[in-house]
């Protein structure tokens, strides 16, 4: 769909039409329908009293259907619970459902993290005025308030938990086997010498020993740790022990509510480095299948049988005591719907305490990108994911987090489920963005949390691992600078605003 607006529509005309048309172009050059925006905010329009709000116009003009032309005028309430741009779209929204002849479950939310937004709103409103006011106003489906709503009941006492100076820490391993044909990280594919990987654990481990040094003055408390990827578990069991050594040595862990290793693969992961991870008090591990389909695996670059993950899970069970992770992705390859069911089927079976579903995100540089364009969602049936959360909740889990993204099959949505009481302490942080998240290494990004303004600062890593070991000095006191400032203004010791 073509478009034409004022300045003022321009950004929430595409952030809808993206959620419309999630495997279509944003300005539909290819596209007979165009879309027309206007706001007026003339005299005239105002109807000579300069307190009234201005006049939104909105056109749909469909050259190959004309009958689906659509057309209204509205005017935006300048005392409306909602802002002139959120009024905007939600008028934009009604034209566009019209045309489509559907309507969206998050409604006008087209952000990352509509859990997020619904938090934010419960604080300024009671509950049943909060699930109110996003069906009505925000237009959200009823059963994805609810999501929203159980979301949040679970997360809330955890938030809650936080106090001033506890920090979690994401530790980044930006390194895999292989790259697989969906993943738009930046990521380096271990070369066969692992020379890359050589140089780039001395820096990372500095870099661990200088941030940790630099917040142990302020007496800052670690309650999590993420060690994530790129692949962690192409790291040898030597290099993990020393990894963590370093870890422990750079910070107190003593208070630690969770440890996580993201192993990833079943094919990098092994019973020497389970051993090395429960040795070291790693509490929670990602095992992530994507999917139990032979032919999918070959499909996407994963060149190992399904039969493999079920044998590592079993490692992992018998190397320690883990809280495990299962990731799988909806829309890979050709799969239909019996076959990711078959795939969730199998992993609920294997009883692991959480499991993530994502749904796939056919995002720029990805090989599924570039060999099949945008994705097919057709063969995907709307009411199928809300069939997918069924199945997970007879299993007896609970949708604990979520969040979304551009450009995922059928515009849905990645929701981490638990077994009752097994939640991911980081995940639930990280999402709420309630708590300063220290990101360490290549790839990594931070959170410095102000409680006291309910507002952060993000810290970026490079993320390309050749720049990182090409320029770590300069890199390093960069980021220690930033946190220099940061605990110097006393930030850290701020309560949170109730």
Same mark, same amino acid.
Request: aromatic fraction near 8%.
């Given at each position: 769909?073509?478009?034409?607006?004022?300045? #003022?529509?321009?950004?929430?005309?595409?952030?809808?039409?993206?959620?419309?048309?999630?495997? +279509?172009?944003?300005?539909?050059?290819?596209?007979?329908?165009?879309?027309?925006?206007?706001?007026?905010?003339?005299?005239? #329009?105002?109807?000579?009293?300069?307190?009234?709000?201005?006049?939104?116009?909105?056109?749909?003009?469909?050259?190959?259907?004309?009958?689906?032309?659509?057309?209204?005028?509205?005017?935006?309430?300048?005392?409306?619970?909602?802002?002139?741009?959120?009024?905007?779209?939600?008028?934009?929204?009604?034209?566009?459902?019209?045309?489509?002849?559907?309507?969206?479950?998050?409604?006008?939310?087209? *952000?990352?993290?509509?859990?997020?937004? &619904?938090?934010?709103?419960?604080?300024?409103?009671?509950?049943?005025?909060?699930?109110?006011?996003? $069906?009505?106003?925000?237009?959200?489906?009823?059963?994805?308030?609810?999501?929203?709503?159980?979301?949040?009941?679970?997360?809330?006492?955890?938030?809650?938990?936080?106090?001033?100076?506890?920090?979690?820490?994401?530790? *980044?391993?930006?390194?895999?086997?292989?790259?697989?044909?969906?993943?738009?990280?930046?990521?380096?594919?271990?070369?066969?010498?692992?020379?890359?990987?050589?140089?780039?654990?001395?820096?990372?481990?500095? $870099?661990?020993?200088?941030?940790?040094?630099?917040?142990?003055?302020?007496?800052?408390?670690?309650?999590?740790?993420?060690?994530?990827?790129?692949?962690?578990?192409?790291?040898?069991?030597?290099?993990?022990?020393?990894?963590?050594?370093?870890?422990?040595?750079?910070?107190?862990?003593?208070?630690?509510?969770?440890?996580?290793?993201?192993?990833?693969?079943?094919?990098?992961? +092994?019973? $020497? =480095?389970?051993?090395?991870?429960?040795?070291?008090?790693?509490?929670?591990?990602?095992?992530?299948?994507?999917?139990?389909?032979?032919?999918?695996?070959?499909?996407?670059?994963?060149?190992?049988?399904?039969?493999?993950?079920?044998?590592?899970?079993?490692?992992?069970?018998?190397?320690?005591?883990?809280?495990?992770?299962?990731? =799988?992705?909806?829309?890979?390859?050709?799969?239909?719907?019996?076959?990711?069911?078959?795939?969730?089927?199998?992993?609920?079976?294997?009883?692991?305490?959480?499991?993530?579903?994502?749904?796939?995100?056919?995002?720029?540089?990805?090989?599924?990108?570039?060999?099949?364009?945008?994705?097919?969602?057709?063969?995907?049936?709307?009411?199928?994911? +809300?069939?997918?959360?069924?199945? =997970?909740?007879?299993?007896?889990? =609970?949708? &604990? &987090?979520? &969040?979304?993204?551009?450009?995922?099959?059928?515009?849905?949505?990645?929701?981490?489920?638990?077994?009752?009481?097994?939640?991911?302490?980081?995940?639930?942080?990280?999402?709420?963005?309630?708590?300063?998240?220290?990101?360490?290494?290549?790839?990594?990004?931070?959170?410095?949390?102000?409680? +006291?303004?309910?507002?952060?600062?993000?810290?970026?890593?490079?993320?390309?691992?050749?720049?990182?070991?090409?320029?770590?000095?300069?890199?390093?006191?960069?980021?220690?600078?930033?946190?220099?400032?940061?605990?110097?203004?006393?930030?850290?010791?701020?309560?949170?605003?109730?």
């Amino acid at each position: 769909m073509r478009l034409r607006t004022d300045e #003022a529509a321009s950004r929430p005309a595409r952030e809808l039409i993206q959620q419309f048309e999630p495997e +279509g172009r944003a300005d539909g050059t290819e596209d007979d329908s165009e879309l027309t925006v206007s706001i007026d905010s003339s005299a005239e #329009a105002k109807g000579g009293n300069r307190d009234n709000g201005s006049v939104i116009r909105i056109e749909i003009a469909d050259a190959r259907s004309p009958e689906k032309n659509r057309s209204i005028t509205e005017g935006i309430d300048p005392d409306g619970i909602l802002t002139e741009e959120q009024q905007i779209k939600r008028a934009i929204y009604r034209v566009l459902a019209d045309y489509f002849g559907r309507s969206l479950p998050w409604g006008i939310l087209t *952000g990352v993290k509509p859990v997020r937004f &619904y938090q934010k709103t419960a604080k300024k409103f009671p509950e049943a005025d909060t699930k109110k006011l996003l $069906e009505t106003e925000y237009l959200l489906s009823p059963g994805n308030v609810r999501l929203a709503a159980e979301i949040d009941a679970l997360q809330e006492p955890v938030i809650a938990s936080w106090r001033p100076k506890t920090l979690s820490l994401y530790v *980044g391993i930006p390194v895999c086997p292989a790259k697989c044909s969906y993943c738009s990280f930046v990521s380096t594919v271990l070369d066969k010498k692992r020379c890359l990987l050589t140089d780039y654990l001395p820096l990372l481990e500095n $870099e661990i020993r200088q941030t940790g040094k630099l917040f142990e003055e302020y007496g800052c408390v670690v309650d999590s740790v993420y060690i994530g990827g790129g692949t962690p578990s192409v790291l040898a069991p030597d290099e993990a022990d020393r990894l963590l050594k370093v870890l422990e040595e750079a910070f107190d862990l003593g208070n630690l509510r969770e440890f996580c290793f993201e192993a990833g693969r079943p094919d990098t992961t +092994g019973p $020497e =480095l389970l051993r090395v991870l429960a040795d070291h008090g790693v509490t929670r591990v990602c095992l992530n299948p994507q999917s139990m389909n032979a032919d999918t695996l070959t499909a996407v670059n994963r060149l190992y049988p399904p039969e493999k993950v079920g044998e590592v899970y079993g490692q992992i069970r018998r190397a320690g005591d883990f809280d495990v992770n299962m990731d =799988l992705i909806l829309g890979l390859a050709e799969e239909s719907e019996a076959d990711f069911m078959r795939s969730l089927d199998e992993v609920i079976a294997m009883n692991p305490e959480n499991i993530t579903v994502h749904d796939l995100a056919v995002k720029k540089g990805t090989r599924v990108k570039l060999e099949n364009g945008t994705g097919d969602s057709s063969r995907f049936r709307p009411g199928f994911f +809300g069939e997918i959360r069924e199945r =997970l909740t007879d299993a007896g889990y =609970l949708p &604990y &987090y979520m &969040y979304r993204q551009k450009y995922t099959i059928g515009n849905g949505e990645n929701i981490g489920w638990t077994r009752p009481g097994h939640e991911s302490y980081y995940n639930i942080m990280m999402m709420a963005e309630e708590q300063t998240i220290l990101g360490i290494g290549a790839g990594s990004s931070g959170k410095l949390f102000d409680a +006291g303004a309910d507002r952060f600062d993000r810290v970026f890593t490079v993320k390309d691992l050749r720049t990182y070991n090409s320029r770590p000095e300069e890199l390093l006191e960069k980021k220690l600078a930033v946190y220099r400032s940061y605990l110097e203004s006393g930030v850290i010791d701020n309560l949170r605003v109730i």
